[in-house]
């Protein structure tokens, strides 16, 4: 399996902060790769597919990057609606594997 | 706009199957394109990555889970299942059902989630 690892594991941030999440493959997963959001009690959110690709109605403070073994999703602009958990998934190989998970939280 | 809704049964003793339905509306599971998935979530942690149906009943599982896992579809009533067999406590987790692009393994619509409790 490939193993995803996220860092960090939480991130303190303000209202308007750019930040900046990492997700790891343990292989080359090419850009075969997604972010996802999700709130507490809440289905994750897609956000970005293909590692870079804006998924329809998110916008456009949210930015993804990468290939191979390392990405990033960044966050430009902290907005209030943002304060939420963000993971990565692989769909390079099976079994499809998810990040641990990064938690945003108030500073 | 698809939808996709879980229902189970909240509490589950050890040793027991498992069992949620996930009812869609909004679009037929029949229709081509898409992987009906399953994806749990145990508390607290990451999501894991259960299997998924699609063609008509064509299956593909996680091979952590393959050896207790069943996926199936009930057309008529435009819904598909999960069952998971021999359940101890490490299968407590909130389990989402989700559709999934046949061009790529990421969803864009989820159920809600229904949390399952493993306990006697």
């Known amino acids: 399996d490939i193993q995803m690892t996220q860092s960090p594991s939480t991130l303190s941030a303000s209202v308007g902060d750019r930040v900046t999440i990492t997700c790891r493959a343990s292989?080359?997963?090419?850009?075969?790769l997604t972010w996802y959001q999700q709130k507490v009690g809440k289905a994750p959110k897609l956000l970005i597919y293909?590692?870079?690709t804006l998924e329809s109605g998110v916008p456009s403070r949210f930015i993804g990057n990468g290939s191979g073994t390392e990405f990033t999703l960044t966050i430009s602009g902290l907005q209030p609606d943002d304060f939420a958990t963000y993971s990565c998934q692989q769909y390079n190989s099976y079994p499809w594997t998810f990040g641990q998970g990064t938690k945003v939280e108030v500073k | 706009q698809v939808q996709l809704q879980e229902s189970g049964p909240g509490l589950v003793k050890p040793s027991q199957t498992l069992s949620v339905i996930c009812t869609v509306s909004?679009?037929?599971?029949?229709?081509?394109?898409?992987?009906w998935s399953w994806i749990r979530q145990h508390p607290g942690k990451g999501l894991e990555w259960i299997g998924y149906i699609y063609d008509s009943g064509a299956t593909f599982y996680n091979p952590s889970l393959r050896s207790r896992v069943t996926i199936s579809e009930d057309t008529s009533n435009n819904q598909f299942s999960l069952h998971l067999t021999s359940v101890t406590a490490a299968d407590t987790a909130v389990y989402y059902c989700a559709r999934h692009k046949r061009t790529g393994g990421y969803s864009s619509h989820w159920g809600q989630g229904t949390l399952v409790t493993v306990s006697s």
């Open positions: 292989h080359s997963i090419n850009r075969w």
């Open positions: 293909k590692a870079s």
């Open positions: 909004g679009g037929s599971i029949s229709s081509g394109g898409y992987y």
